[in-house]
């Protein structure tokens, strides 16, 4: 047997790999090319504007069944020798349990684009980056085996997008979406880099939301504890000293007393639970329904206080997710179709997206088919006037997104505000009534005694 090195030698240090991708027309294009390292594959490619999607080293046995067998490979080039063994990313994935969909955040996915971003934009082809991230990964950990599945997929000869789609709850079809243009203008670490800025955008969103909402759920539930503390536990005990006194009680006394005997009682228990469980279905069942699905949307966003917030967000989204289309030159009703999916609401598919869309279809220019819609206020509507105007309309939009992320942030600490003064009355007058419930019939007894 001879040796490995010695192989390398006689084969001028050149190396065979094959590689699968995508031309500067979209076609698919595949075959063997021989270079030096991977780098000067990747190099070579993308000076034709050809996207590289999977590139792996062929092993020597398998290197020298194809020149023997005289195949064809495009080129040859010189350069530093690789340092990595072609069997490194199948050892990669040796012990690692097929991934199941786990708790990958919002946050690590984003951190895991822009990853890939950077490493596609160094020239490394999209298998060997993922390959590069799983090995920065924890072994075991979800976003570990969900790297390694899309390593699996695309090595098996589907394109990113497709492999991402597979995995819908954590990669919207805005994200698949722009990677399939990323491919086709062959700008895919641009792309990355977009969907890494809105992914972080919408985290730091979200964490905003949960940080001004966490105090008026700690205030909302000790109150509510504070309440059956006295109501199951309190009450019980000086609802016999009470019942023992010869005087006339309050009314407020006698609803507690009334509701203690009826919230104890198992019998009606059981009924209140099983009204609730059938109350609970039945709104279940009618939000499934079309109609249900509309009136629940259109609750939504026409509430008070909250609705104004939720319309925010939405036109937040809305612009940030169009700009990034406009920016990369998709068809305008293609990147209306794609944003339109992301939102799984039956009221804006119909009462805004549908009415875009036919507006679009008449002739109407975006500006003035946002103007007929209800949902769209009127600073958006100026903007997108002026971006129709200037050609510049996904500059226009990401300004209108970035003043959007303000407002949010500015209106929820103005709902939280009107939030916590509300359920502090409310906790508070029922915790008011329990005390005069209590004590009134003291007072009563004290003042009969006294006369």
């Not at 990147?335 to 609401?345: P, S």
């Not at 997104?401 to 209106?411: K, R, V």
């Amino acid at each position: 047997m001879i040796p490995v090195f010695i192989m390398s030698d006689r084969l001028g240090g050149m190396k065979l790999f094959r590689y699968r991708g995508k031309d500067r027309r979209g076609a698919e294009i595949q075959g063997v090319w021989e270079a030096p390292e991977e780098s000067t594959v990747i190099k070579a490619l993308q000076e034709e504007k050809s996207t590289v999607m999977y590139l792996r080293q062929m092993g020597l046995i398998e290197s020298l069944i194809h020149r023997a067998g005289n195949k064809p490979y495009i080129k040859q080039d010189t350069g530093p020798k690789s340092t990595e063994g072609p069997q490194s990313r199948a050892d990669s994935k040796q012990g690692e349990p097929a991934f199941k969909t786990g708790k990958v955040g919002k946050e690590s996915i984003a951190q895991f684009t822009r990853q890939l971003a950077v490493l596609v934009r160094a020239g490394l082809s999209f298998d060997r980056a993922l390959y590069i991230i799983s090995n920065s990964e924890k072994k075991g950990s979800h976003l570990r085996g969900l790297i390694l599945s899309l390593m699996a997929e695309v090595e098996s000869g589907k394109s990113p997008a497709a492999a991402f789609s597979k995995y819908p709850e954590l990669f919207s079809s805005e994200y698949t979406g722009l990677l399939t243009v990323g491919m086709e203008i062959g700008r895919l670490s641009d792309c990355l880099d977009t969907l890494a800025d809105a992914l972080e955008k919408e985290s730091r969103l979200m964490k905003r939301v949960q940080a001004a909402l966490t105090y008026p759920a700690f205030v909302f539930i000790l109150t509510v504890l504070c309440n059956l503390l006295i109501f199951f536990y309190v009450f019980p005990q000086i609802s016999e000293i009470i019942n023992s006194m010869k005087v006339a009680l309050p009314v407020c006394t006698r609803v507690m007393m009334m509701l203690f005997g009826l919230l104890t009682n198992p019998m009606v228990l059981l009924l209140i639970c099983l009204t609730l469980l059938l109350v609970i279905y039945q709104i279940r069942s009618y939000v499934r329904t079309p109609v249900g699905r509309f009136n629940a949307g259109a609750a939504k966003y026409n509430m008070p206080v909250l609705g104004g917030l939720y319309r925010r967000i939405f036109i937040e989204r809305f612009c940030r997710s169009m700009a990034m289309f406009f920016r990369y030159g998709v068809p305008l009703l293609s990147a209306l179709k794609v944003v339109g999916e992301m939102f799984d609401d039956a009221y804006l598919h119909e009462s805004f997206f549908s009415t875009i869309r036919t507006d679009l279809s008449a002739g109407e220019d975006f500006s003035e088919a946002l103007r007929r819609t209800s949902m769209v206020p009127p600073v958006v509507q100026s903007l997108a006037t002026v971006g129709t105007q200037t050609g510049d309309m996904a500059s226009v939009l990401i300004r209108a997104a970035d003043f959007y992320e303000l407002d949010i942030d500015q209106n929820l600490q103005k709902a939280v505000s009107l939030l916590e003064p509300f359920l502090i009355i409310i906790m508070g007058a029922f915790i008011v009534f329990i005390i005069v419930s209590i004590f009134l019939p003291f007072y009563q007894a004290i003042t009969t005694i006294g006369l």
